[in-house]
Every structure is written in C-alpha cells, then in structure tokens.
C-alpha cells in the first residue's frame, strides 16, 4: 500500500466513524454541547478546518472566511469565533453541504499529493492529522455524549 493510499485508508475509516456519530444525532443539530456550541456549529467548524488545510497546503479558498483566513496577528479564538458566526444562522442543508464538499476537497487534495507528502510526518500528512481528520478527534467526545 503506498503512503498516499494508507492515508487516504485513514481518512475514510476517521470519516466514516464521524459520520456514524453524527447519523445519531440527525434531527437534533441544535443540542447544545457547551460553551454554546451546537452539533450543527461543529459540523460547520469541522468543514472550516478540513479547508484551512488546503488553504495551507494550496491556497485555496476558505468559503466565508474573508477577513479572517489570513488575519494578523494570528488568532485562533478569534478565528474559530469568527467563522461560528458566520454560519451560526445558515440553514442546516448549507452546512451539511459545506460538510460534505470540504472534506470532498481535502480527500481530492491528498489524492493528488506525493508519496512524500502523504508520508507519516510529510506535510500533507500533518495538515490533515492537524486540521483534516484528526482533529475529528478534539470533537468526538462532545457529539457522542450528546448521543
């Protein structure tokens, strides 16, 4: 298995344990899981992250993220806060889409990168473990107590 198939195998078993997770909760995206985060807030910040990884990797846009992407000095509250505003009143369909298409994009991304990159440690392997799938991670815990 290459490196670039060994994380795309990663991403999809990461993916799919989300997607289990999230299924459960279908219906109820608004349960609040602290801090007034909502399951539909952190759909949306999972898909901002997924594509802050291509902008990093690529520059490529970050949908509703004017202002924001590139702010100086860099900070991560105000970025996160930021961008949970802006689709804190967006309909539920939007942000599944944009759930949906930003990992799309990160999955099409890493199958165009080398085996270098893809390599444990490469640079693509590192943005997506920070920013792609496991920061899935730092979320799971929230969304299965809300289960």
Do not use: K
């Given at each position: 298995m290459t490196n670039r198939d060994e994380l795309l195998a990663q991403m999809n078993v990461a993916r799919t344990e989300l997607e289990s997770v999230i299924a459960t909760l279908r219906g109820r995206e608004d349960?609040?899981?602290?801090?007034?985060?909502?399951?539909?807030?952190?759909?949306?910040?999972?898909?901002?992250?997924?594509?802050?990884?291509?902008?990093?990797?690529?520059?490529?846009?970050?949908?509703?993220?004017?202002?924001?992407?590139?702010?100086?000095?860099?900070?991560?509250?105000?970025?996160?806060?930021?961008?949970?505003?802006?689709w804190r009143l967006r309909p539920l369909s939007e942000v599944y889409e944009e759930f949906a298409a930003a990992h799309e994009a990160l999955v099409a991304l890493v199958s165009d990168s080398s085996e270098e990159d893809c390599a444990t440690g490469g640079r693509v392997w590192v943005r997506n473990d920070e920013c792609g799938t496991g920061h899935y991670r730092e979320h799971m815990a929230a969304l299965e107590t809300a289960r």
């Open positions: 349960i609040d899981l602290g801090d007034g985060w909502r399951v539909r807030d952190v759909l949306a910040h999972i898909a901002l992250w997924e594509r802050v990884s291509a902008w990093w990797l690529t520059g490529a846009d970050v949908p509703h993220a004017e202002g924001l992407v590139g702010m100086e000095p860099w900070d991560l509250n105000a970025f996160n806060e930021g961008m949970r505003e802006r």
